[in-house]
């Protein structure tokens, strides 16, 4: 599947603007493209008692899969610092879920932005793989 890399980053450009970050004041969106074709998106949800917060990574994937999206091709995450923002450790972890093939576009603005796969980010990720070989 081609990727609209412009139409993903817009889209998670307009994505911060539903961000809750009252602490912080750093927004983040957050875009997906699923195999369907459908793009979901997402912001950050901050909270008084930091680890309840969400990112807008996972919001984004959590609103997908609640839809019933399985397969993924691309996320983009954007802030509102210009700058490049990268995937926390727990957002790898959680988006590895879903394949280390993902491409990852982290996006300063509309023109400056950077695609990576996930495995480049998480090599050597804990998947499903370990997980049932444990037991």
């Known amino acids: 599947m081609e990727i609209d890399y412009k139409k993903l980053i817009q889209a998670s450009i307009d994505a911060q603007k539903n961000c809750y970050a009252p602490y912080s004041k750093f927004s983040v969106g957050a875009s997906v493209l699923c195999e ?9 949800i901050e909270n008084a008692s930091f680890p309840a917060g969400i990112c807008a990574e996972r919001v984004a994937f959590s609103k997908a899969i609640s ?10 995450i954007t ?5 490049f923002a990268y995937p926390c450790g727990v957002c ?7 394949g280390s093939d993902l491409v990852v576009i982290i996006a300063k603005n509309i023109n400056e932005f950077e695609t ?7 090599p050597h990720s804990f998947d499903k793989k370990i997980c049932f070989s444990i037991i």
Not at 36 to 44: D, P, Q, W
Not at 68 to 74: R, T
């Open 92 to 98: 790898r972890q959680f988006l590895s879920e879903f």
């Open 79 to 83: 802030n509102s610092k210009d700058s």
């Open 116 to 122: 990576h796969k996930l495995s480049e980010l998480l």
């Open 67 to 76: 839809e019933g999206e399985k397969n993924f091709v691309a996320i983009c």
């Open 36 to 44: 369907s074709g459908k793009i979901y998106t997402g912001a950050n």
